[in-house]
């Protein structure tokens, strides 16, 4: 069975609002962008601890770079996949 990721409905809002910002200035851009973060979220549902543990913020949360955006989410392989947790753009990402 291939595993998926489940996006939080505030992580879709988030990454809806990501493209808004970016398409204001290049459509086509945006679309590329969210196809990298689709694919991003492929690859962690398959691998979800390929991120960065980051129980310093939460218990259980991880993080992965996206170009300039991280993605925070949590493995929930009990139900096969991961649920990433918004996406945020960070400039001093620890």
């Known amino acids: 069975m291939t595993n998926r990721a489940r996006k939080s409905p505030?992580?879709?809002r988030d990454i809806a609002a990501i493209w808004r910002f970016v398409a204001d200035d290049n459509i086509k851009a945006a679309d590329r962008l969210l196809e990298q973060i689709e694919k991003v979220f492929d690859i962690l549902a398959q691998s979800?601890?390929?991120g960065r543990a980051r129980s310093e913020l939460l218990p259980e949360l991880r993080s992965f770079p996206s170009g300039s955006y991280v993605l925070y989410y949590v493995s929930l392989e009990r139900w096969c996949g991961c649920y990433p947790c918004p996406a945020?753009?960070?400039r001093h990402h620890p």
């Open 10 to 12: 505030q992580a879709e």
């Open 48 to 50: 979800p601890l390929l």
């Open 88 to 90: 945020r753009t960070t």
